[in-house]
C-alpha cells in the first residue's frame, strides 16, 4: 500500500504555512503527527497533492497553562505530540480527562509522534480526544490567512471525518477550560483490544455544588455516531439530581437518547446504543466519586 | 480518489540524515517511505512491512531516539535526523547486543518478521526505564503484533534484557 | 471396532534409548536466531536481483460481477510501467491453478470475464517500483456488472441460488455422508441425546509476513528460477512448473525465510503465477509481493467456516455411546484443496473418547467470498470445538462432572494403539493423566473458591476445560479420500536430508523443507548431535532449492519434528555405519566391534585406539585404495523418509485407514472474567499439560504451544472475517481483522506429559497446532463457565462483545 505522489512543503513559519494552504485549498493536507494522514494515504483513502508538513513551524508545539483575568486555560498548541500531553503535570492538573483519554489512544510509538490537534482535527468518531475536548467544553484555534478565530467543540465536529474549518484554515491549539473545584471526570471505554479505537467511549465531567447535589455535567460520547456527541438528555437527568445511584442509572438509560451510531465489523448500531448506556452509568459513577474526593485521580 | 494532474514528477525533496551512524545526502521522493527508504535505497532489509498502516508494528525503527514507525513518516520529513535500524545492533564480529541475546536465551522469537520491530521498540524502553517489568514492556511494545510467539517469551526477554542492561552498567561503575 | 493391523515399533539398533539420550530432549539454543536477530535473513521481500521489477495486482471492489471491459491504456502509459496484464492475457503466460483433487471448476490467478469474491486479482502490472505499480493500479478503467452477491452458505444451498459457478449445477461442490458403527442403533439406545448447533466462523491465519514471489524467467533458454516463501518447492515442483508453463526440469524454486504461515503458505499458487506471468511478459525478475490487504483479501489463508448441528448420544452412567455430525462448510468462490479439512477433521472427530459410532454429514458449499486454504488446525479445530462443547453439555445435563464424565470416557492406557470408528489410528497416550495433572497444576480449588468469592460481589470468573486431540504427521489420502475415484490418489508425504561429513570431517545437513518460523535447523543439530555424540553447533544446516532437495512436504500438519528427525536420523546413521565401516577397516577390526561414541570411532569398551571423523573423513574422501573395497568415496546420504505408519482407505470407505495416527493430547485450563454488561472477556490465567509423545525440545515446544493458544485467543474473542450483505468484505486490514496483542495474553503455564509414540524415531510427536486446536473450545468453556448462573450457553466463536451481551440478553429473556 504505497501512497499516491504530492508535492512536499515544510513551511518555517506559520504565515508561510497559512499561504500555502490558501494557494491549494482542498488539494492540501496538513501533515503533523501523520499517525492518521499517513495512514490514509497509504491506504489511497486520501491523496492531497500538496502535504504541508508544519512540523517545522516554531511555536506550535507549545503547551502551556495561560492565567489570564478569567478561569486558568490549557493549551496545547498543534504539534504537541499525544505522549507529551499524556505525561504532562499540567494536563495532569488541570484536564485530567484529556490524560485519561488520551492513554487508551493506540500504542506508545504512534502517540510520540501523533498529536492531540491532530486526533481533533481529524474528527474520527469513535476517537478518544474529539471526546474528551468535547467533555471538557474545549474551543479550536483555527488560523488562516485573513486572520484567527475559536470554535467551540460543540460546533466544530460536524461529521464523520468533518469539521467546520474552511478551506485554508488550519488547527493552531486546542484550548481547555482547566478544570474547577468540586469537579471530577471520567473516561470509559470498550475496545475490542488494548488500543483500538472504542467501540463506544464515554468522556464526562461532573461539577457538585456546595450541598453535593450535581451543578453540572457534560457527557460526550464516542463511537455512538456520525460524529462525538453529548448525551444531552442524559446530562439533564443527572443536573439538579444528588447524584446518588437512582440519579446515575437515570441518566445512563437517557445515554442513548437520539444516538444514530454507525454500526461495523466492532459493533451494530444497537450495540454501541447499549454500551452508550452503560458505559455513561460507569462513568458518571467514577467521575461523581472523584468530584467529591480532594483531588482527581488520573 | 484524486489523482495529480500534474504530469511532471513532484520536485524532490532534500534529506540529510544519519542512518546507524552513517550520514547520508540524499534526494528523495516526497512519498517515498521512510521504511523504503531503509529497504530500498539503503539496503537495511532488517526493517520489515506487515501492514502499512501503523498496527503490526515490525517497521518499528528510532527516529531521533523515539520508537517510530518507519511506514508512517515520509522519508522526507527527516532532514537532518538520526535514524537507528536493527542492524545497528550486534558487532561487526558477530558479537549479539544484549538485547538480541535475551531474546536468543529466552527464545523470544520463532518466525522473526516482527522481531526487529521488537528489539527497536526494547532499545527506547531500555533508554528510557532501568528494568522494566511486565506492564512496562506490555506498554511500551503493546502495539507490535506477533502471530508466532504468544508473546510470554517477548515479554520474559525484554526483561531479562533490562536486567542485563542494568548488570552491565552497574558492573562499569564498580 | 477393529484391531489395528501389527506394526513394528521402530528400531533403536546402536543408539541410545530414552533416558540415556544427550541432546534429544533437551532446551538447545535455536540456531536460526542470529540470522534473523540480525536482521539479516533473507525473506522474499528482500530478494533484490538485477533489473528486477515489483508487481501489483487490481482487485475487484465487487463480490460478484461479470467484467464488462478493462482498458489498461492510461496505465500503460505512465512512466515506469513495463507490463499491464488482463486475466485473459495473464492466461496466454501461465496456467489454471493445479489443485489437490480436481477443481469442479478452474481457478486462474487473474479473473477473467467474471470474478467471484471482493479483492480477486482483475488485472496485474509490473513496473520500476511498487509505488508507480500502484500508481498503474489506479489508473487502470474496469468497467463491470455487479451480480447478486451469495453470502450466507444456507441460501448458497438452495436451488435457486444464484450460481458462483454457472458450469455447476449447485453450490454445493460437494456432499457426503458417512456412518461408522451402528450410528442409529446407538441413537436408539441412548439415554441422552444432547444436541448443539455450533457456528464457527470464517478466520485466517494472517502472518506477519505475506506471501510473496520473484519469478525470474529466461525466455532464451526457457528456465524460470522463482524465490518464494511457498513450502511445496521440494514436495510438488512439477505442479508449480505446469502452472508457470515451464517443463518440470527447467524450474528452480528457491526458498526463502518465512515470517510465519500456520499453513498458509503451502501452495500459495496465486502469488507465484502473477509472478511468473509478469516475468514471462517482461523478460525480467518480477517481485510479487502481496501487501496486506493483498493477503487478508486473496490469500489461501483462510480457515473453516462451519454450521454443525451436532448430537452426541449417551447412556444414563454419562458413557459416550454414538456422535453425529451435519456440517456445513462455506467454501470460498473455489475448492483448490477440496474438502481435505474435513479428510483432516476426521483423523480424530471422537475426540479421546471411547465413541463407538460416528455419522459424517458434509457440506461443501460455494459463496463469494475468497477460498479456503489451511489455517493451523486445518479442520480439526472446529471438530474439537462441538465435541467439547456436546460433552460439557452431557455432563450437565447428566449432573455429572465435567472432569468426571471425560474420565469415564477416555480411552484407556492399555487400549493403544486405538483404532477410531473412522480409521484413524491413536498411537499412544494417557488422558487421564494429562487431566489430573492439569487440574492440579491449575489449582482447580483455589480457583472455584474465588469464583465464589467474586460471584457475591456480582463478578462472573470461569474456568475452562477442554482435554483433546492434536494429530500429527498427516498422509496425502486425508486430501481425497472422501471421493470414491479420485483423480491423484497420492499416498506419499515423506520427507529427505541430504547429509554429508566433508573431508575435515565437518557435518553439513542440508534439508528440503524451508523456514516457516519452526526450527528445522535446531531439530536436525540435535539429533545428529545424539547420532554422532558431537556438538550440535558444530552441525551446519542449509535449506535445498528444488533442484537440489529430495522429496519433502515440509512443515504443516505438526509432522515436522517427527518426519524430520526420522530423515535426519536415517541419514546419519548411513553415514555412521559406514564410518564405522571404514574406521574398522583403518584399526583392523570388525565394524561389530567398532563404536562412535563423542565424534570419536574406537573399539566398543576400550577407548584406546580412536579416530576421529576428520580423519575418517579424510580417508573417506581422498583414499580410496585404504577403504574397504565396497565402498565407495565420500561421506554422502540422501535419505527419505516415509510416513512412519499409514494405510490405505477400504474401497467402500468404512475404514479411512491409519493416516494420521501420532496422536498429541492436551487439556487446557483457561481462567477468564466476563463483564456481561459489555460484553468483554478478559483472561486471567490458563494452565495447559500437554503430551506430544518424546519431547525433542522443551522451550522450542513451550514456544510452540503458547503461540498455538494466543492464536486460540484470537479464534476464541476476535478472529473473523465479516462480510457485508452485498458481498463486501467488512474486514479488509489488521484495523478490522484483529488478532491478539500482548495486553489480551494472560500468564500461560504449560507442563509435559511425555507417551513416547510407537511409531515414530526417539517416540516424538508433533507440536505446532496443539494451541489452537484446544484453546478456543476451552475458552469458549470458560465463558460459558462464567455465564453459568445466567444462563448462557456458548455455541459461537469468535465470542465478540457483542455476542457475548447478546447471549446474555437471549439467557435472561428465555431464547435458546
Redesign the interface.
Known amino acids: 500500500m504505497k501512497p499516491a505522489a504530492f508535492a512536499y512543503l515544510a513551511p518555517r513559519d506559520l504565515d508561510e504555512a497559512l499561504d500555502q494552504l490558501a494557494e491549494h485549498g482542498a488539494d492540501a493536507r496538513v501533515l503533523a503527527g501523520g499517525q492518521s494522514l499517513v495512514r490514509l494515504m497509504n491506504a489511497r483513502l486520501a491523496s492531497p497533492s500538496v502535504v504541508v508538513d508544519i512540523n517545522r513551524v516554531p511555536g506550535l508545539d507549545a503547551l502551556a497553562v495561560t492565567n489570564g483575568s478569567g478561569p486558568a486555560t490549557l493549551r496545547l498548541g498543534a504539534t504537541v505530540r499525544q505522549r507529551t500531553s499524556e505525561l504532562s503535570a499540567d494536563v495532569a492538573t488541570h484536564a485530567p480527562l484529556l490524560a485519561e483519554a488520551g492513554a487508551h489512544v493506540a500504542h506508545a510509538p504512534v502517540r510520540s509522534r501523533g498529536t492531540v490537534v491532530g486526533s481533533v482535527a481529524f474528527a474520527d468518531p469513535s476517537a478518544e480526544l474529539p471526546a474528551a475536548l468535547l467533555a471538557l467544553d474545549g474551543r479550536v484555534v483555527a488560523r488562516s490567512r485573513s486572520g484567527e478565530r475559536t470554535i467551540e467543540a460543540d460546533d466544530f465536529f460536524t461529521g464523520p471525518f468533518r469539521t467546520s474549518l474552511d478551506p485554508g484554515e488550519m488547527v493552531v491549539a486546542v484550548e481547555v477550560p482547566a478544570v474547577g473545584a468540586r469537579t471530577g471526570s471520567a473516561f470509559v471505554e470498550v475496545a475490542r483490544r488494548h488500543g483500538d479505537l472504542p467501540v463506544c467511549g464515554v468522556a464526562a465531567t461532573v461539577t457538585r455544588a456546595d450541598d453535593g447535589s450535581v451543578a453540572g455535567t457534560r457527557i460526550a460520547l464516542c463511537g455512538a455516531g456520525e460524529r462525538p456527541v453529548r448525551a444531552r438528555a442524559a446530562e439533564d437527568a443527572l443536573t439538579g439530581s444528588d447524584g446518588g445511584e437512582d440519579a446515575v442509572a437515570e441518566a445512563a438509560a437517557r445515554a442513548a437518547d437520539g444516538l444514530s451510531p454507525i454500526g461495523d465489523c466492532h459493533g451494530s448500531a444497537d450495540f454501541r446504543r447499549h454500551l452508550a448506556r452503560v458505559l455513561t452509568g460507569r462513568a458518571l459513577r467514577t467521575a461523581i466519586h472523584r468530584a467529591a474526593g480532594e483531588a482527581t485521580d488520573v | 480518489m484524486s489523482e495529480t494532474t500534474s504530469t511532471a514528477a513532484p520536485e524532490k525533496v532534500r534529506v540529510r540524515l544519519t542512518v546507524n551512524g552513517t550520514s547520508h545526502d540524499l534526494l528523495v521522493e516526497p512519498r517515498t517511505l521512510l521504511a523504503d527508504l531503509l529497504r530500498g535505497d539503503l539496503g537495511l532489509t532488517g526493517t520489515h512491512l506487515g501492514c502499512e498502516q501503523g498496527v503490526c508494528g515490525s517497521c518499528t525503527v528510532l527516529v531521533d531516539g523515539t520508537a517510530t514507525r518507519s511506514c508512517l513518516v515520509f522519508a522526507a520529513q527527516l532532514d537532518g535526523a538520526t535514524v537507528r535500524t536493527v542492524e545497528s545492533l550486534g558487532g561487526v564480529d558477530g558479537s549479539l547486543h544484549p538485547i538480541q541475546r535475551a531474546f536468543h536465551e529466552n527464545h523470544g522469537l520463532q518466525c522473526g518478521f516482527c522481531t526487529p520491530g521488537m528489539l527497536m521498540g526494547t532499545c527506547e524502553l531500555l533508554e528510557r526505564t532501568t528494568e522494566p517489568d511486565p506492564d512496562d514492556v506490555r506498554e511500551a511494545l503493546g502495539g507490535n503484533l506477533c502471530r508466532c510467539t504468544g508473546y510470554q517469551n517477548i515479554v520474559k526477554s525484554v526483561c531479562a534484557a533490562g536486567r542485563a542492561l542494568a548488570a552491565e552498567r552497574n558492573g562499569a561503575q564498580v | 471396532m477393529s484391531t489395528v493391523e501389527d506394526r513394528p515399533t521402530t528400531a533403536t539398533t546402536g543408539s541410545p534409548r530414552e533416558g540415556e539420550r544427550r541432546w534429544v530432549g533437551r532446551s538447545v ?2 540456531k ?12 522474499v ?2 530478494v533484490t536481483l538485477p533489473g528486477m521489477l515489483h508487481g501489483a495486482v487490481l482487485r475487484s471492489p465487487h463480490a460478484h460481477a461479470r467484467i464488462v471491459s478493462i482498458d489498461t491504456s492510461a496505465a500503460e502509459a505512465i512512466p515506469g510501467v513495463a507490463a499491464v496484464l488482463t486475466g485473459a492475457q495473464a492466461a496466454e503466460l501461465v496456467n489454471p491453478m493445479p489443485a489437490f483433487c480436481a477443481e469442479p471448476v478452474p481457478q486462474t490467478a487473474v479473473a477473467i470475464e467474471r470474478v467471484r469474491y471482493p479483492g480477486e486479482a482483475v488485472a496485474i502490472v509490473a513496473a520500476t ?3 508507480i505499480a ?2 498503474a493500479c ?2 487502470i478503467r474496469v468497467e463491470y456488472e455487479v451480480l447478486p452477491a451469495v453470502v450466507d452458505p444456507e441460501a448458497a444451498m438452495a436451488p435457486d441460488a444464484t450460481r458462483i459457478h454457472e458450469t455447476l449445477d449447485s453450490n454445493v461442490a460437494f456432499h457426503r455422508t458417512l456412518d461408522f458403527g451402528d450410528v442409529e442403533g446407538d441413537l436408539a439406545r441412548a439415554h441422552t441425546v444432547v444436541r448443539t448447533r455450533a457456528r464457527w466462523h470464517r478466520m485466517g ?6 506471501a510473496g514471489a520473484v519469478a525470474s524467467w529466461d525466455p532464451f533458454d526457457k528456465s524460470m528460477t522463482v524465490y518464494s516463501n511457498s513450502n511445496f518447492h521440494n514436495f510438488l515442483p512439477w505442479a508449480f512448473a505446469g502452472m508457470l508453463g515451464v517443463s518440470t526440469n527447467r524450474l528452480r524454486m528457491i526458498p526463502c ?4 504461515s ?1 499453513g498458509s503458505k503451502h501452495f500459495i499458487t496465486k502469488v507465484l503465477a502473477i509472478a511468473g506471468a509478469l516475468s514471462k511478459a517482461t523478460g525480467r525478475p518480477v517481485q510479487y509481493l502481496e ?3 493483498d493477503n487478508i483479501a486473496a490469500n489461501d489463508n483462510v480457515g473453516c467456516d462451519r454450521i454443525y448441528d451436532a448430537e452426541l448420544a449417551l447412556a444414563e452412567d454419562g458413557e459416550m455411546l454414538g456422535l453425529t455430525l451435519r456440517i456445513i462448510d462455506d467454501y470460498g468462490a473455489y475448492f483448490q484443496f477440496a474438502h481435505g479439512q474435513h479428510g483432516n477433521a476426521m483423523a480424530q472427530p471422537t475426540g479421546p473418547y471411547r465413541i463407538s459410532s460416528l455419522r459424517y454429514d458434509v457440506s461443501c458449499v460455494l459463496t463469494n467470498k475468497v477460498q479456503q486454504g489451511f489455517f493451523r488446525g486445518a479442520g480439526a479445530d472446529p471438530g474439537n470445538f462441538v465435541l467439547e462443547r456436546l460433552v460439557d453439555k452431557a455432563a450437565e445435563q447428566l449432573g455429572i462432572d465435567r472432569a468426571e464424565i471425560r474420565r469415564r470416557n477416555f480411552i484407556r492406557p492399555d487400549q493403544f494403539p486405538f483404532k477410531t470408528p473412522p480409521g484413524n489410528v491413536y498411537d499412544s497416550g494417557n488422558y487421564a493423566a494429562v487431566l489430573d495433572k492439569a487440574l492440579e497444576l491449575a489449582g482447580i480449588d483455589d480457583w472455584r473458591a474465588e469464583q465464589e468469592r467474586l460471584r457475591a460481589e456480582g463478578r462472573y470468573l470461569g474456568i475452562g476445560l477442554a482435554t483433546c486431540q492434536e494429530r500429527t504427521g498427516y498422509n496425502a489420502s486425508e486430501w481425497w479420500f472422501l471421493y470414491d475415484n479420485p483423480p491423484l490418489p497420492a499416498t506419499s508425504t515423506p520427507e529427505s536430508v541430504k547429509m554429508d561429513v566433508d573431508a575435515m570431517g565437518g557435518v553439513r545437513v542440508e534439508v528440503g523443507c524451508p ?5 528445522p535447523e535446531t531439530v536436525v543439530s540435535q539429533v545428529v548431535a545424539e547420532e554422532f555424540g558431537i556438538d550440535p553447533g558444530d552441525v551446519s544446516v542449509t535449506y535445498a532449492d528444488s533442484t537440489t532437495g529430495a522429496m519433502s512436504a515440509g512443515p504443516g500438519g505438526s509432522r515436522l519434528t517427527i518426519m524430520l528427525s526420522g530423515a535426519t536420523r536415517g541419514a546419519a546413521r548411513t553415514i555412521r555405519d559406514k564410518m564405522i565401516r571404514i574406521a574398522a577397516h583403518a584399526m583392523e577390526m570388525d565394524p561389530a566391534d567398532v563404536e562412535c561414541v563423542d565424534g570419536t570411532f574406537r573399539a566398543k569398551g576400550a577407548p584406546g585406539t580412536s579416530m576421529s571423523m576428520a580423519d575418517i573423513g579424510m580417508r573417506a574422501h581422498l583414499f580410496f585404495h585404504d577403504t574397504p573395497e565396497d565402498e565407495s568415496s565420500g561421506l554422502v546420504a540422501v535419505h527419505t523418509y516415509d510416513h512412519p505408519y499409514s494405510t490405505p482407505p477400504s474401497a467402500d470407505r468404512k475404514d479411512m485407514g491409519a493416516f494420521y495416527p501420532m496422536v498429541s493430547h492436551a487439556c487446557h485450563i483457561p481462567i477468564v472474567e466476563v463483564d456481561p ?4 472477556v478478559t483472561l486471567r490465567a490458563y494452565y495447559a499439560v500437554n503430551d506430544c509423545g518424546t519431547v525433542m525440545n522443551p ?2 515446544v ?2 510452540q504451544i ?6 486460540g485467543i484470537g479464534a476464541a474473542l ?1 478472529e ?1 472475517y ?1 462480510y457485508g450483505e452485498d458481498g463486501a468484505l ?2 479488509p ?4 481483522y ?8 494472560p ?2 503455564v504449560v507442563e509435559h506429559l511425555e507417551t513416547p509414540s510407537p511409531f515414530t524415531e526417539y517416540g516424538v510427536k508433533g507440536a505446532g497446532e496443539g ?1 489452537r486446536l484446544v484453546a478456543p473450545t476451552a475458552i469458549a468453556s470458560a465463558v460459558d463457565d462464567a455465564l453459568k448462573p445466567l444462563g448462557v450457553w456458548v455455541d459461537e466463536l469468535p465470542m ?3 455476542r457475548v ?1 447478546g447471549m446474555v440478553t437471549d439467557a435472561r429473556e428465555g431464547r435458546p
Do not use: C
Not at chain 3, 205 to 210: D, I, K, N, S, V
Not at chain 3, 706 to 711: E, L, N
Open positions: 539454543p535455536r536460526e536466531d542470529p540470522k534473523l536477530l540480525a536482521g539479516r535473513a533473507t525473506f521481500g528482500d517500483d511498487r509505488y500502484e500508481d489506479a489508473a491465519a494472517q502472518p506477519m509476513e505475506t525465510a518465512v515470517g510465519g500456520f501487501d496486506r490487504v523456514l516457516w518460523g519452526n526450527s454488561e459489555t460484553g468483554v522451550t522450542l513451550e514456544g503458547v503461540g498455538g493458544i494466543v492464536q476476535m473473523e465479516r467488512d474486514t486490514t489488521f484495523r478490522e484483529l488478532v491478539p496483542s500482548m495486553h489480551e495474553v500468564e500461560i494451541g465478540t462483545p457483542e451481551v
